[in-house]
């Protein structure tokens, strides 16, 4: 029930103990004009959220403004209207029309403080941050000094934040990574050669891990876990006394073996004189490309997700997928570090591998 355009009465009902509810009513100020930016590395699939943030907006009559470069060009004043036209032929595009930027002026409080001075002048009452954990931890702050209402969606290709299944972007990237695998793998095989190929994922191992398994890889080496360099040449050794001519390696960026991947590649020639070893760093074309429909859907599920949690009055929130339902849980949560590894992937793995 809306008490007038400028507040809305929101209902909670909160469960203290299993036979104890109270029920809260509490007016808050309501939202009107909501800004958008996309923040930290770019993600396919990044363009479906700002397109769905767009148009909820119109749909639910709400002024959009979009921020354009992220943080940086908040403290810029980058700022532009935007409406349900302005995101149109942008749904399979890569990257982020809104184009995105690291700042280090956001980081300190003056340049919050002219980040918040120019929403406050260009009349938003309320920011949806599209970006990695990077970009919510600017986001919360933003919240905690200011009490600005913010709401974050999670793009980044590593799926390395918590509270959601999946993020913007990393369903892209895992497809592009094993579209590269597979061609490497038609010249590993006809040289003979084991392939060392580094993926994207500096603390988390879902791209390595699943790409790998998708790709076939004989070995695939993740941040989360160090199984040590002797184990991987013993496994490679006996590959190779079952018949195995060509191998392929996957190395997430944040592997834990206490070697780049180029002293990686030198060890295993060492040690393993039968094979030619190549590396390849696949490098930023993990982020590019048109994004996948499961991507494009998963943006436009979230855009709205974030728009429908403003209008509930929520705030410093992260909107993500649980078991295929949209569900906020707090920017906190969202941040914190403990993700646990899919034991069960890496059980399949050891074994289609051998
Ligand atoms: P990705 O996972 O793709 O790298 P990200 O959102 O984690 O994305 P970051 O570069 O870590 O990318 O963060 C994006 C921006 O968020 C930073 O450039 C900075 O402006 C802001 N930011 C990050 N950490 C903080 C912080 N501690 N305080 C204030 N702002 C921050």
Known sequence: MNLSTENVLVFFRIRLLESIT?????MIKKVNNIGVLTSGGDAPGMNAAIRAVVRACSFYELKCFG?????????ENEIEELNARSVRNIINKGGTFLKSAR?????TTEGRAKAHQNLVEAGIDALVVIGGDGSFTGAMKLYEEYNFPVVGIPATIDNDINGTDYTIGYDTALNTVVDAIDKIRDTASSHNRLFLIEVMGRDAGDIALNAGIGAGAEEILIPEQNLGVERLIDSLKRSKKTGKTSSIIVVAEGDKS??????????????????????SVLGHIQRGGSP??????????????????????????????????????SLEVALTKEREMDQELIRVSDITSI
């Open 103 to 107: 700042s280090r002026a956001f980081r």
């Open 258 to 279: 206490g070697k780049n991947i180029f002293e990686l590649g030198e060890y295993v020639e060492e040690n393993l004189k039968d094979y030619e070893v190549r590396v």
């Open 292 to 329: 996948s429909c499961y991507d494009r859907v998963l943006g436009s599920k979230l855009g709205v997700g974030a728009i429908d949690a403003l209008l509930k009055g929520e705030s410093n929130v992260m909107i993500g997928i649980v078991n295929k339902k949209i569900e906020s849980v």
């Open 67 to 75: 921020i354009y470069k992220g943080y940086e060009g908040l403290i």
């Open 22 to 26: 109270i029920d809260l009513i509490i």
